[in-house]
């Protein structure tokens, strides 16, 4: 059974950094796109980033270019979210998801969501 589970989150200062972690079960990661995505409290579920199978392909939603990084590790089944400079609008639940066809087919198809992990950004 397909599983991501993502850890890492915390209470950090604005300008502060974090690094999630997304490890993945029941498959193997190295034939997925994998994104990350965030859901802020009231909001809806929006992507902030997406890496190719192969990690030489990335996007990014606009606010986060330049701050925030996306990796990962195929042969540790593992993916990274590096968040720095981090600011209370970046406060949400981060939530991994991947799917073999793109990262645009993740938020459509990919219906394994974890727990999610909550980022909260304040002074």
């Known amino acids: 059974q397909l599983r991501l589970v993502e850890s890492g989150g915390g209470l950090v200062h604005p300008g502060g950094s974090l690094r999630l972690s997304c490890e993945a079960s029941?498959?193997?990661?190295?034939?997925?796109?994998i994104g990350w995505f965030r859901q802020a409290p009231g909001k809806g579920l929006e992507g902030v980033s997406c890496?190719?199978?192969?990690?030489?392909?990335?996007i990014y939603k606009d606010s986060v270019k330049g701050r925030f990084t996306v990796s990962r590790h195929n042969a540790l089944n593992m993916a990274y979210l590096q968040m720095n400079n981090l600011q209370p609008e970046d406060t949400a639940v981060y939530y991994c998801?991947?799917?073999?066809?793109?990262?645009?087919?993740?938020?459509?198809?990919?219906?394994?969501w974890g727990r999610g992990t909550q980022v909260t950004v304040s002074s």
């Open positions: 998801g991947a799917d073999p066809r793109g990262c645009d087919a993740i938020e459509t198809y990919f219906n394994s």
């Open positions: 890496v190719g199978k192969r990690g030489d392909t990335t």
């Open positions: 029941g498959f193997t990661l190295e034939f997925y796109d």
